[in-house]
């Protein structure tokens, strides 16, 4: 049987035909599919171009409940289903205004409750900013948070800058270099069976963890599905990350 990776990619930006974040996407994804064969890829690519989020309401529904009552009326349940069954997880986004666009903020708004379930834990994770170079550093550190948070493996985080001076005169291969790059690092994580914990995801675990024993009483679905799915009784998160258990998403009661 062939064993087909499977790619989420999540592009925050409302201009999909020009997009900048997009285009480099597209090269991304060819230069892999060119070195592990078309065959064997499955690639779904959302933005706000191809399917329909609405904003958060801030009900908190997701938290008590396990599930957002939106999931059904946008894109989100389906969204979330891709997300669940994929091998990589690709967050893009442009920089606006020294942070992620207002579409990739709402898109992680909706996904917030999943930071206390952490179902996509043991998967790898890639973020890729757009920008002309301002706010990167700080935009860069928000994203791989926002990963880690999810129980993401964090294997390569960039931006890729369009206007400087340096990568399109200095250095006209800029694009291609960075390309290859990534590339080589993705498909590298696709071959080797190499821990998918680091330091981060370690405390992360360990701090949810606490919480969701210590809030039993105020949030008793979350810590039932902690308990029912046995994610109480890790020392580590390497421990949990390398033990199959039933990774459902909504089903808190
Ligand atoms: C409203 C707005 C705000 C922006 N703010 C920044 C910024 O703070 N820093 C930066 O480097 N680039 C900024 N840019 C430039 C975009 O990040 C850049 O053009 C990006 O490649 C656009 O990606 P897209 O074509 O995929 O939407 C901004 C662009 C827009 C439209």
Not at 168 to 175: A, G, R
Not at 197 to 216: D, G, R, V
Request: aromatic fraction near 10%; charge should be positive.
């Amino acid at each position: 049987m062939k064993n087909i990776k499977k790619f989420f990619v999540y592009v925050g930006t409302p201009r999909a035909k020009n997009s900048n974040t997009l285009r480099y996407i597209s090269n991304l994804l060819s230069e892999i599919k060119i070195c592990m064969g078309d065959e064997n890829l499955k690639i779904n690519i959302f933005h706000p171009q191809n399917s329909f989020i609405n904003k958060c309401l801030g009900c908190e529904r997701c938290f008590f409940e396990g599930r957002c009552f939106q999931d059904k009326k946008d894109d989100m349940g389906v969204i979330k289903k891709e997300m669940l069954s994929s091998d990589i997880i690709i967050f893009a986004s442009p920089i606006y205004f020294v942070n992620v666009s207002g579409d990739m903020k709402i898109f992680l708004d909706r996904i917030s409750n999943l930071a206390h379930l952490l179902p996509l834990r043991g998967k790898a994770g890639i973020c890729i900013l757009s920008s002309c170079g301002n706010g990167v550093h700080h935009t860069l550190d928000y994203m791989n948070t926002v990963m880690s948070f999810l129980g993401l493996y964090v294997i390569d985080k960039y931006n890729v800058s369009h206007y400087t001076e340096e990568q399109l005169d200095k250095n006209p291969d800029y694009m291609k270099d960075k390309i290859s790059e990534s590339a080589t690092k993705i498909i590298e994580c696709l071959k080797k069976s190499s821990s998918r914990s680091n330091e981060t995801l370690e405390i992360i675990y360990k701090n949810l963890k606490n919480y969701i024993e210590n809030s039993k009483e105020l949030n008793k679905n979350e810590y039932k599905y902690w308990k029912n799915n046995n994610m109480l009784d890790f020392k580590t998160y390497e421990q949990l990350i390398s033990k199959k258990t039933n990774k459902n998403l909504w089903n808190l009661k």
